[in-house]
């Protein structure tokens, strides 16, 4: 029994556009579809989400979902979208970084059910490389005309006046190589069904010509919509760069961040698109956020789902400790039991200096600390000021004068917290 995938993917504004006939052909029972990942890195990112959830929600509605490495085409280079071409990568990275992307993966899919619609994972170059060129021309290229080749978006961009450096064979070659794809594993596994970003129609349908002119089949392709943010900025990036899975890469802190600080308009439309939670537990949040926006409720809603599943609830607990440190209430046992990398993690960027160990261990007064010794405040004057208004916190308490520091102060054996007011935070290292 099958529930309605493309009836899901409308009402969370996850479809951009299908082909005919999409939505009746999957209601006729388990169908499997397929979508491309690209493996030119050991993680994916958060650009790659909305295609995961695609495949996600593919396996919910009873189907098969098939996540394909693309280690043949990652060695070329998809042109759509792009300005130039990539770096191409060799083999064992490719494998390496195939690894890594199953076990994320893993996350979402379920590989390892004994039903039908089991997700697979596979590798295009695990068929491609049995390809000599003069094979692939003869039994793949006569088939699709350099009329329709030319005739798609992705190669016309790149031919038109814009781009100074046109574009090379092998990436014009690109669409006839995916579409094999389709073709392949319509052929192996009766997949009918190709999916992906709204930037990929071309690739996907030239596919489904593959299947129509060489098996006389059916092939069919779904798109969703590229994620945009309000702003106008790019999704899924920060100041540092992309926002990945992997927590070497951006750690579960700085991931729970990302989300937390989506705008309003932003979080309406990616609590949808980004959870699986019902339509009416959807609806409830979006409208208890409306009548009290400055709770967040929305943003907070977001960021505990992703986090906990990309990451662990254990992730999400330090993450959200983290955040009530730097912006609500917290207090100095608190900061001590961070771990020393989330401590500086969470006070990157935040001026610091160093004091010798031994003059905080024999009593350093609260004016030398707050001035001479680490200019953190500009004269000796202005910290009495700031001490006697009781603006001034050690590891989020307030002090006054009269405060000595000491090796009681340390966070991790190493570090004070110095605050002036809510937002002005300095770091103390003793070495």
């Given at each position: 029994m099958v529930s309605n995938f493309v009836k899901e993917l409308r009402w969370r504004g996850m479809l951009h556009d299908s082909m005919p006939g999409t939505e009746e052909h999957l209601m006729e029972g388990m169908r499997s579809a397929y979508v491309g990942i690209d493996p030119t890195a050991d993680s994916l990112h958060i650009g790659h989400l909305v295609s995961v959830m695609m495949l996600r929600h593919f396996q919910l509605a009873?189907?098969?979902p098939?996540?394909?490495?693309?280690g043949a085409t990652g060695m070329i280079g998809d042109p759509s979208g792009k300005s130039s071409e990539r770096n191409l990568l060799d083999e064992t990275t490719l494998r390496l970084n195939q690894e890594a992307i199953k076990e994320q993966l893993s996350r979402f899919l379920d590989f390892d059910g004994n039903g039908p619609n089991a997700a697979l994972l596979v590798n295009n170059y695990d068929w491609m490389r049995e390809f000599t060129f003069l094979d692939f021309i003869r039994d793949v290229g006569k088939h699709i005309t350099v009329n329709y080749m030319m005739a798609k978006d992705s190669v016309r961009k790149r031919l038109s006046e814009e781009s100074k450096e046109g574009m090379s064979f092998t990436?014009?070659?690109y669409q006839l190589v995916q579409g094999y794809d389709f073709l392949h594993l319509y052929r192996k596994y009766h997949c009918t069904l190709q999916m992906g970003g709204s930037d990929q129609w071309g690739n996907i349908t030239t596919g489904t010509e593959l299947i129509r002119r060489i098996e006389g089949g059916k092939g069919f392709a779904l798109t969703c919509p590229l994620i945009t943010k309000a702003d106008g900025t790019k999704f899924g990036k920060t100041e540092s760069g992309n926002v990945w899975l992997d927590a070497h890469r951006t750690s579960p802190y700085k991931f729970y961040q990302y989300w937390v600080n989506t705008s309003d308009e932003d979080?309406?439309?990616y609590i949808k698109i980004f959870t699986f939670l019902s339509r009416e537990a959807i609806e409830a949040l979006v409208s208890a956020h409306r009548q009290a926006p400055h709770l967040r409720q929305l943003q907070r809603k977001l960021a505990e789902e992703l986090t906990t599943m990309v990451h662990s609830a254990q992730d999400l607990e330090n993450a959200e400790k983290a955040s009530e440190i730097l912006f609500g209430n917290s207090t100095a046992e608190s900061l001590k039991a961070l771990s020393e990398d989330l401590f500086l993690e969470i006070f990157e960027g935040v001026p610091m200096a160093t004091v010798p160990r031994e003059e905080i261990a024999s009593g350093l007064d609260m004016v030398a600390a707050l001035s001479a010794k680490t200019g953190f405040l500009k004269s000796n004057g202005e910290a009495r000021r700031e001490l006697?208004?009781?603006?001034?916190?050690?590891n989020k308490k307030r002090v006054?004068?009269?405060?000595?520091?000491?090796g009681d102060d340390l966070i991790r054996e190493k570090y004070v917290l110095l605050q002036r007011?809510?937002?002005n935070y300095f770091v103390l290292v003793a070495e």
């Open positions: 009873g189907h098969r098939i996540a394909l490495i693309g990436e014009f070659s979080a309406e439309k006697k208004q009781q603006s001034i916190s050690v006054g004068e009269e405060y000595v520091l000491t007011g809510k937002k």
